[in-house]
């Protein structure tokens, strides 16, 4: 989970007793290298903290608790350096230590954090509405994600009861790869090459998953169309995805309305699709007072 900087100013008193325990060096060398991957436009960066950063990153992307050593190896940091860090950030209430195991993880205060980045944004005070609308008048369940790489979205909300709610379906979690009728549209509406898109098209799976010849030209169909339809990514369920494009037609958001395919015939697709662009529309006008980060 991506962090605001101006959320991580609890680690500010901390990062004099970081420094003084052997972390200025790797500091120093973790701010070089933003500073190369041409970071000078948003100030100078503070080597300690983007060094925490790489700890929680570390520790969200794992499916398991981690000791200090492993984070260390992940992270690409001394393991004394991981081990402070670590410390400070559980002191600050930001990742969890198991006494037992000696192991890590992200805290649950970051939900906190990410529902005042959610609450601050404007987004779901606009969103809201618009998706219980669609839901509401079709039946189905609506999804509002943002979009945080090629091919890659992060799930911010949803409303709906129309699919069973799972860990599949957690606010929070990011998809990676073009799957499903949301992964048309970020291909119809990204910036991906077709030699990127085959390459992540081949480490997604669908359950009846077309060739790349035929999700291409699926992605065709909905830059004709606006939206994308999909009934073969997961059984028995029907989707249907439209983008949400800031003023420059930068795919920001896809909205994705899904159900079982028997709750959404072809006659319901069209006027469907319909509402929920009608819904994006509303969202695009907005862009300009919304804090998306």
């Given amino acids: 989970m991506v962090i605001e900087m101006d959320r991580l100013h609890a680690l500010g008193s901390a990062t004099g007793a970081l420094r003084a325990k052997g972390v200025a060096t790797e500091a120093i060398i973790a701010s070089r290298e933003s500073v190369a991957a041409g970071d000078f436009d948003r100030g100078k960066p503070v080597g300690a903290v983007v060094a925490a950063v790489k700890v929680l990153r570390t520790l969200h992307a794992s499916e398991r608790p981690l000791n200090a050593s492993e984070v260390a190896r992940a992270a690409a940091l001394h393991r004394g350096t991981a081990y402070n860090i670590l410390r400070t950030l559980q002191a600050e209430g930001f990742v969890a230590y198991d006494e037992a195991t000696r192991t890590y993880s992200v805290s649950l205060h970051i939900l906190e954090i990410a529902h005042g980045v959610l609450r601050h944004s404007g987004l779901m005070d606009l969103a809201r509405p618009l998706m219980h609308a669609v839901s509401d008048t079709y039946g189905v369940s609506v999804y509002l994600s943002k979009v945080v790489g090629p091919c890659s979205q992060l799930l911010l909300d949803w409303v709906g009861a129309a699919l069973r709610t799972d860990l599949y379906l957690t606010v929070g979690r990011q998809f990676p790869g073009p799957r499903g009728a949301s992964g048309v549209i970020m291909a119809a509406f990204g910036n991906s090459s077709e030699p990127e898109l085959e390459r992540l098209f081949a480490q997604v799976a669908w359950y009846q998953k077309?060739?790349?010849?035929?999700?291409?030209?699926?992605?065709?169909?909905?830059?004709?169309?606006?939206?994308?339809?999909?009934r073969a990514s997961t059984q028995g369920i029907t989707q249907v995805s439209v983008p949400v494009l800031s003023?420059?037609?930068?795919?920001?958001?896809?909205?994705?309305?899904?159900?079982?395919?028997?709750?959404?015939?072809?006659?319901?697709?069209?006027?469907?699709?319909?509402?929920?662009?009608?819904?994006?529309?509303?969202?695009?006008?907005?862009?300009?007072l919304l804090h998306l980060g």
């Fill in 247 to 288: 003023p420059s037609w930068e795919l920001l958001l896809v909205i994705t309305a899904a159900a079982h395919s028997h709750d959404i015939d072809s006659d319901a697709v069209g006027p469907l699709s319909r509402a929920m662009q009608s819904a994006a529309a509303r969202l695009s006008e907005s862009l300009r």
């Fill in 210 to 230: 077309p060739s790349f010849p035929e999700f291409l030209a699926r992605m065709h169909e909905a830059q004709k169309a606006g939206f994308a339809v999909d």
